[in-house]
């Protein structure tokens, strides 16, 4: 489940490391985050929690069906939920979607100071 979450994470990390940011990626069993800290500024947190839901009810009482929950990859960021599931995003569209979380924190910055 993490592997390209992980991996998407870590490349971006090591872009950021190289422009002389702090950065550090944490991972445990459900949950990964990239934190990329900006001094005296409030760090970016981009964090990943794997959440279990009911299979919806409409799907009836089925035989191939063995579970009655499913899991999805919702992300989180330093304000909370961004109620959005990223399973089955590859690891370029990971890639693109921390950036472009990235760049709003960073309008964010620019618009407070």
């Known amino acids: 489940m993490h592997t390209n979450i992980i991996d998407a994470m870590s490349d971006v990390a090591e872009v950021f490391k190289n422009e002389g940011l702090e950065t550090r990626v944490d991972v445990d069993q459900t949950h990964c985050a990239l934190v990329v800290g900006h ?26 069906i063995k579970h009655t929950s499913q899991y999805y990859i ?40």
């Open 39 to 64: 001094g005296s500024e409030t760090d970016f947190i981009y964090g990943t929690w794997a959440r279990e839901t009911s299979i919806p009810t409409f799907m009836g009482e089925r035989s191939d």
């Open 74 to 113: 919702e992300v989180y960021l330093q304000e909370g939920s961004q109620q959005y599931n990223i399973c089955g995003y590859s690891k370029n569209q990971l890639i693109a979607d921390i950036i472009d979380q990235y760049e709003k924190y960073l309008y964010f910055l620019h618009q407070v100071r």
